[in-house]
């Protein structure tokens, strides 16, 4: 069934490989909205200057539209509010020395 813990799940799939970790872990995803068979995402990037921007924003959309009754999926970057590392899991923040 499609839902925001299906769609988080498929986002989880997703690997910034600066540092190894989805993008869902390093709290990059600032929100999911299902509404019928379409999704929308709102993320940020841990840099403006991000050289994998274009790419980190076409995999978050190609992992949503794999589930069972996504029609489209719509990935919206945003800035505000800045992200910083205590948006990280635990894990995360750990793994990384925060």
């Avoid at 390093?26 to 999704?39: C, K, N, Q, R, W």
């Avoid at 991000?50 to 970057?77: K, M, N």
């Amino acid at each position: 069934m499609l839902n925001e813990h299906s769609v988080i799940e498929a986002i989880k799939t997703v690997i910034d490989p600066e540092v190894g970790f989805d993008i869902y872990s390093l709290g990059l995803i600032y929100g999911v909205a299902v509404e019928d068979s379409h999704v929308s995402v709102t993320m940020t990037l841990s840099t403006r200057g991000c050289p994998l921007h274009e790419l980190i924003q076409t995999w978050t959309r190609e992992a949503v539209e794999r589930l069972d009754g996504v029609e489209s999926c719509e990935v919206t970057i945003v800035w505000e509010p800045a992200w910083n590392i205590t948006m990280a899991s635990e894990e995360v923040k750990k793994a990384l020395g925060a």
